[in-house]
Structures are given as structure tokens and as C-alpha cells.
């Protein structure tokens, strides 16, 4: 919704690395963030990254924000069969009630 | 996780009838928000709530309402249901930005509604 976008579909093999990109128009946003959703499951935060931030790094997960293109992207190294599952980018702005505004998902599927 | 509930799980109801969800949350968080999942759509915001009683509309409010009476329910009511709105609805929670915090939202597991 409004402006957050994300590919529909990624497939890669097990032991592969995925990414999965997120573009947003909103110059004011607080902090980004990445959402995994399993079936038949909630929304599960993954990680997150503040605005004045370039990359984050946690475990198998790398963060990359460019400002400039208003483009976000995770990568998950060493996929695995269990990292299949939609992933949700999400962004935060200021002064707006704490609203998130949410891409349509990105569904990965790992093939063993 | 954080703890927060939802009730019922699953519900079946009939066009026209009265549906009420339920939000419950015990971390004590300011903020609270109820979202619709449909494929394709990802996830819209239908309503959400600052603060007891204080609540607004979200993108897709239209035959929705709610209520915040205390600070750990949160509940979401269609006056008369419709097909349109089976769906897949989520409840989050958040602190808000403070000192030393993110403004990160918390999910609840989901109330799947199916309207005949």
C-alpha cells in the first residue's frame, strides 16, 4: 500500500543467496523494515534498519538502504528450505501516528 | 514474543450478520492497529488506535468500526457483514518511537473470516 513496492516471486536453490528488493517514494520515512510470513502465520520481524543507516548486517541477514534511490533490499545468505515463506518490507514515517505502510509481499520459494 | 492474542482464530459467519474480533495485548504498548491480508493486496490498514478511546481510520475503514476501551483490547466490529470482507485479519501492537526504542509493530497469529 501507498507506494511500497516489491516483486511478487523469487525462487532460488538451497544454498544459493537470495535477494529480495523494496522500493518506497516517501523521503520521510523513520525506519525500514523486513517481515517474514509463514503459512498460516503472523507477520514475524526479521530485522530493521534506520533511516540514516546504509547497511545492517545480523547472522545470515545483510540490510542495504539507498537514500538516494529510495531502495531497499535484503539478502539472505546459505538460503535454506525453511527461509521459504512471503517477506514483507515496511516503512515508517515521521509524525504519522506510527503507521506502517507495507510492500504486497515477496514469496520465496527455496528449491532443495 | 510479544503477547498479543487474538480471538476467535476462525469464524464462519453469513452475509449480514454482526462480527466482532478481538485484539489482546499484555505488553502495555500505546499503540494498536487492525490490518486485512488478501492475495495480492498485502497487508491494508483498517483502523488503528493512539491511545484509549482515541482511534482513526485507516486506508480501508469502509464497513469497519472499533473500539478501545482499555489499553489491552483492541476490537474490531463489521455491523453487517459481507463476502468481501472474508479475509485474513491481523492485530499489531507498538511502543511508538521513544527513548532508545524502534517504532516496530508486533503481530499477532490472525483471525481468518469467512463470509457466506
Known amino acids: 500500500g501507498e507506494d511500497v513496492e516489491q516483486s511478487l516471486f523469487l525462487s532460488v536453490r538451497e544454498g544459493d543467496s537470495s535477494v529480495i528488493n523494496c522500493t518506497y517514494t516517501?523521503?520521510?520515512?523513520?525506519?525500514l523494515y523486513w517481515y517474514k510470513q509463514e503459512p498460516g502465520a503472523g507477520l514475524q520481524l526479521l530485522t530493521y534498519?534506520?533511516?540514516?543507516?546504509d547497511m545492517k548486517q545480523d547472522q545470515r541477514l545483510t540490510v542495504l538502504l539507498n537514500k538516494k534511490d529510495k531502495h531497499l533490499s535484503l539478502r539472505i545468505a546459505d538460503t535454506q528450505t525453511g527461509d521459504s515463506a512471503i517477506y514483507f518490507c515496511a516503512e515508517s514515517r515521521r509524525n504519522n501516528f506510527n503507521k506502517f505502510y507495507f510492500g504486497s509481499g515477496t514469496k520465496l520459494n527455496v528449491k532443495p | 514474543d510479544a503477547g498479543i492474542t487474538q480471538s476467535p482464530r476462525h469464524k464462519v459467519t453469513e452475509t449480514g450478520t454482526p462480527v466482532t474480533l478481538r485484539c489482546h495485548q499484555t505488553e502495555n504498548h500505546r499503540y494498536m492497529y487492525w490490518y486485512r491480508q488478501d492475495p495480492g493486496h498485502g497487508l491494508r490498514l483498517i483502523h488503528y488506535s493512539y491511545g484509549v478511546k482515541d482511534t482513526d481510520k485507516g486506508e480501508v475503514s469502509d464497513g469497519y468500526s472499533v473500539s478501545r476501551s482499555k489499553t489491552e483490547d483492541f476490537l474490531l466490529t463489521l455491523e453487517s457483514a459481507t463476502s468481501s470482507q472474508t479475509s485474513v485479519y491481523f492485530c499489531?501492537?507498538?511502543?511508538?518511537?521513544?527513548?532508545?526504542?524502534?517504532?516496530?509493530?508486533?503481530f499477532g497469529p490472525g483471525t481468518r473470516l469467512t463470509v457466506l
Open positions: 499489531a501492537i507498538s511502543e511508538g518511537l521513544t527513548s532508545g526504542s524502534t517504532d516496530t509493530q508486533y
Open positions: 516517501d523521503s520521510s520515512s523513520t525506519y
Open positions: 534498519i534506520f533511516s540514516n543507516m
